[in-house]
């Protein structure tokens, strides 16, 4: 007698596929809500708190588009636009909290704060409104308003005011540059090293908050972490020209 074949896994009912795509969309909206407690710790000066709450926000931004695909949102809960809620759950959480961040830390001089904040806002939502921020072969068009990433790096490595501005207005500049960025969840082209390379980054900057909470910010581990970042750039500028 041959070997016996397991019958197929019976398929989710309606109902049950219904269930999975709202919890999605509900952990899309959390993003919210965990941008306010980002907030709120940072009004209180409360660093540790506001950047782990910001970490916890990045991702469940890294995670639920791939849930939304896998539970097949658009068809299952059709009755939410899946990519305007992550948008503003996004413009909130990668671009607002970041800003106040700026302001409550005194990260640029304080007479050019103002001028800080509204490059901050203003391109991004330039950014977060083209029809083609994320490009059809799966890049994000022009600096995909990463400022959750950059206070982050100009509080942990202490940067000087005057070096955080011009950072600042030279990546809201770079919002109107088409160069296209890598999209490390969707990306084809070097996507394994790509996600390997993520993952250790991560790993990284999850170091320096925990030195940062508990001891003392080596600050060659955030330099080492700096490669990182100098490969993306580079690997997007490659990718751009090759497309071209």
Avoid at 84 to 107: E, H, S
Avoid at 227 to 242: A, F
């Amino acid at each position: 007698m041959g070997p016996s074949v397991s019958a197929p896994l019976p398929a989710r009912p309606v109902w049950q596929r219904k269930a999975l795509a709202w919890s999605v969309h509900l952990l899309t909206a959390s993003g919210a809500l965990i941008g306010l407690l980002a907030l709120f710790a940072t009004v209180e000066l409360r660093w540790t708190a506001a950047f782990a709450w910001l970490g916890l926000a990045a991702l469940i931004d890294g995670l639920d588009g791939t849930l939304a695909r896998r539970f097949d949102t658009k068809q299952y809960a059709s009755g939410i636009d899946g990519a305007l809620l992550d948008n503003i759950v996004d413009y909130f959480t990668y671009v607002i909290v970041p800003a106040f961040i700026v302001y409550q830390a005194q990260l640029v001089p304080a007479t050019w704060t103002v001028a800080a904040v509204a490059i901050i806002s203003i391109t991004s939502a330039y950014q977060f409104s083209q029809t083609d921020a994320k490009t059809d072969d799966h890049f994000f068009k022009g600096f995909p308003s990463y400022w959750n990433v950059l206070v982050f790096y100009l509080f942990m490595l202490k940067a000087t005011p005057i070096v955080g501005f011009g950072i600042i207005a030279l990546l809201g500049l770079l919002v109107f540059v088409p160069i296209h960025y890598l999209y490390p969840s969707r990306m084809t082209a070097f996507q394994k090293i790509t996600l390997i390379l993520t993952g250790l980054w991560l790993g990284s900057l999850g170091l320096i908050w925990w030195q940062y909470a508990y001891s003392t910010v080596q600050p060659w581990l955030g330099w080492l972490s700096l490669s990182y970042v100098v490969y993306y750039v580079c690997m997007s500028i490659y990718l751009t020209l090759r497309s071209r």
